[in-house]
Each structure stands twice: as structure tokens, then as C-alpha cells.
């Protein structure tokens, strides 16, 4: 389910499955996508990969890029960077912030398409993933961030990220205090996974003047780099942003309480918090392991299909031309790196098992039909 500040779609493209039905005011979202795309034109990344009309996208934009980036592309905060200085690298990067992921939504819905037919798109080409982010807002709220606060200062939660901090931000009114939104972080803010829960409703009615809305939550969940490839993976395979949200959420960090019997020392035996057990009622558990991601042959192929074939046409077409093999010329000047070796001898394994398999199953096949023709045959 996609939910933005003026829509929240419930039926196709976007949908959502199994923990949003039961957890009605909950919602989640792509809030934050960072692409980096190698080996192919910028003009490729508007028609192909975003599918944006070119009429909607300003080139040369006055607005500043990203340290390290000069903006050459952009609709609003969808914007197409290109590296400069100390960040040179081949290729180009595609940032959307949160309200970039806003707008982006509008092109997926006139596309008649999703999050999750955007990223299995863009990952038939040499990407990579900087960073993306992904938001829960409880409404109900099911949690109290002071309370959140309270538990982490206390030791009663159990989490894999060591690293916490927390903020409030008050305001001075007269006499008195009026106390402001109140955040708490989990992992170091340079770490590749971080979850900030937050008061959302006060940040927004800080930020743009809203009336004040103290029933809304925020819980966002910070990935990057090997993280961030392993969540595409995951938002690709389930294709269910609150599925795979809470799934992580989950695997990560508990809320407890302590037990009524003195007698148990060991957190792992403590009770769960009550409206954390809640929240988390039939929600499994997602690892995302940060074991090196192999590239895999079908994902060559895939790539050499879109992004390398029409190119290798071209030259076909002018060797017949000029009588000459350009493509041969290419095969034969390459040098395979030692991962595209890797790969090679991989299948050259494979390849070879499968022959030894079918010579076996060939020579028992025959065997058998002759020894049922032989007259001394059973």
C-alpha cells in the first residue's frame, strides 16, 4: 500500500498483503531511493529505466546536486546526478527523497505500474544501491516513543545494533514548556542499517504549520549499500513494502518489560512490551545477510539483452558492410575478470556434470532395452 500526504491507494497497482489487513492503521512507503546506474546515457535513465516523459524532465537544473554530484536531470526532487571531483566513477546516480518517491508514484500509477516492477527494471542493468528507505506510519498509534525511550534507558530491549541515541525538541511558550516531537535512534547514523522512531505528527506541523497531530508515528527503517541491494531483492521477491518492513523491523530489535519473577536475570526470558507484541502479532522475521552477492549468469545475460545488444547489432550491421567480423574482434580482445572467471568455471562444472549424468543415463537406458530383447533375458 502506497499512502502519500494527498492519497492513499488500497487496490491495484499498489498492494499490500497479509500484516496491513490486520493492522489497518498502519501504512508503509518507499521514502527515500538512491540508484547508482553504470554503462548506459542519461537519456537511457528517462525513457528506459524511470519511464518519465522527456518533457518533464529539466535538463541542466540550477538547483545544486550532492556532494560530490552535479545535477544534470531532474522533475522536482527526482533528480539524475552525474559524478564529479573526488566521486568520478562511470555512470549516473538517480536520487528521490521522500517527496521524490512522492512524484515518482504519480508516473508509476500513469505507467500503470508498481514499486516493485520499477526496481525488477532497474535491476536488469549494472546498478547498485546507495541508499533506500522505507517508512511505517502507525496512526493508532500502537506505540509511545517516550515510552520506546523509556525501555531503551532501562535495558529492556534486545537489539543487534548497539548504537542508540535519542532527542526532544521543546519551545519555550510563555511560561511553560510545550513539548515537542521526540525521536529515537537505533545503529550509528554511518552504519548501512539504521531505524529511527519518531513523532511524525509534531515534525509536521513544525515544519509546515499544520494543526497538530499527536496520534501519528513514524518508524523508518535506513538501508545502504550491501543492505540496500538486499532489500531490492527482498521488496522484488515479496512485493509488499509492510511485509518486508515490519518482517525486518521485527528481526532486528525487541521492546521488553521486566518479569514479574525476580528470579529471571536473563534478557532473552524477559516478557515482550505488551504493544510491541502487539504490533508485531503474525509478523515474521527477514534477515538481511551481508554475505558478497555473486553476480549470476542470468543476470549477465539479462543485462547484455537490454543494455548491450542493440549496440552489438550496430557493429554486425556495418562488418557485413566493411566485410568484417567486429563482434569476433571483441570476443577475442576481451580478458574476463576474475569474477567473470569464476562464473565461467562454475559452469563449465555444471556443464560437464550434467553430460557425465546424461552419458550414465544414456548407457543404462541402453543397457536395459538390450537386456529386454535378449532371448536369455527375462
Known amino acids: 500500500m502506497i499512502v502519500t500526504e494527498t492519497m492513499k491507494i488500497s487496490e491495484p497497482p499498489y498492494t499490500?498483503?497479509?500484516?496491513?489487513r490486520q493492522k489497518k492503521e498502519l501504512s508503509a512507503l518507499i521514502d527515500w531511493c538512491q540508484i547508482t546506474v553504470k554503462e548506459v546515457d542519461v537519456f537511457t535513465i528517462i525513457k528506459d529505466i524511470l519511464r518519465i516523459p522527456f518533457i518533464f524532465m529539466e535538463s541542466h537544473c540550477k538547483e545544486k546536486g550532492i556532494a560530490g554530484h552535479e545535477l544534470v536531470a531532474g522533475f522536482d526532487n527526482?533528480?539524475?546526478?552525474?559524478?564529479?571531483?573526488?566521486?568520478?566513477?562511470?555512470?549516473?546516480?538517480?536520487?528521490m527523497s521522500g517527496s521524490g518517491c512522492r512524484n515518482y508514484e504519480n508516473f508509476l500509477v500513469m505507467n500503470s505500474e508498481t514499486w516493485f516492477d520499477f526496481l525488477e527494471r532497474v535491476c536488469r542493468y549494472p546498478v547498485?544501491?546507495?541508499?533506500?528507505?522505507?517508512a511505517i506510519d502507525d496512526r493508532k498509534p500502537y506505540l509511545s516513543i517516550a515510552e520506546l525511550i523509556r525501555l531503551k534507558n532501562e535495558g529492556l530491549i534486545s537489539s543487534q545494533l548497539r548504537d542508540t541515541a535519542e532527542s526532544r525538541s521543546d519551545k519555550?511558550?510563555?511560561d511553560e514548556i510545550e513539548?515537542?516531537?521526540?525521536?529515537l535512534y537505533l545503529g550509528s547514523k554511518n552504519s548501512d542499517f539504521r531505524i529511527v522512531f519518531y513523532e511524525k505528527g509534531y515534525e509536521q506541523a513544525e515544519k509546515f504549520g499544520k494543526e497538530l497531530n499527536p496520534d501519528w508515528n513514524r518508524?523508518?527503517?535506513?538501508?545502504?549499500?550491501?543492505?540496500?541491494?538486499r532489500l531490492a531483492e527482498e521488496l522484488i521477491n515479496h512485493r509488499d513494502v509492510a511485509q518486508v518492513a515490519l518482517s525486518i523491523l521485527n528481526e532486528k530489535v525487541r521492546f521488553l518489560q521486566k518479569p514479574e519473577n525476580s528470579m529471571i536475570t536473563r534478557k532473552r526470558l524477559y516478557p515482550i512490551y505488551p504493544p510491541w507484541e502487539e504490533l508485531m502479532q503474525g509478523v515474521g522475521k527477514i534477515k538481511l545477510t551481508m554475505n558478497p552477492e555473486?553476480?549470476?549468469?542470468?543476470?549477465?545475460?539479462?543485462?547484455?539483452?537490454?543494455?548491450?545488444?542493440?549496440?552489438?547489432?550496430?557493429?554486425?550491421?556495418?562488418?557485413?558492410l566493411d566485410n568484417r567480423d567486429y563482434i569476433r574482434q571483441l570476443v577475442e580482445r576481451g580478458q574476463m575478470n576474475e569474477e567473470q572467471q569464476r562464473i565461467y568455471e562454475d559452469y563449465k562444472k555444471s556443464f560437464l556434470l550434467r553430460k557425465e549424468e546424461r552419458r550414465i543415463f544414456d548407457r543404462t537406458y541402453t543397457e536395459h532395452d538390450t537386456d529386454k530383447d535378449s532371448p536369455y533375458g527375462e
Do not use: C, H
Request: net charge positive; no cysteine; glycine share 6%.
Open 128 to 134: 547498485n544501491f546507495p541508499r533506500i528507505d522505507l
Open 294 to 320: 555473486k553476480k549470476t549468469l542470468e543476470r549477465i545475460w539479462r543485462w547484455l539483452s537490454v543494455a548491450v545488444s542493440p549496440s552489438l547489432k550496430l557493429m554486425d550491421k556495418i562488418g557485413k
Open 219 to 229: 518508524y523508518e527503517l535506513r538501508f545502504r549499500q550491501k543492505k540496500a541491494v
Open 179 to 183: 513539548a515537542q516531537g521526540k525521536t
Open 16 to 20: 499490500n498483503r497479509g500484516v496491513t
Open 78 to 95: 527526482i533528480k539524475i546526478l552525474k559524478p564529479t571531483g573526488n566521486a568520478q566513477y562511470e555512470g549516473f546516480q538517480i536520487l
Open 172 to 174: 519555550l511558550k510563555e
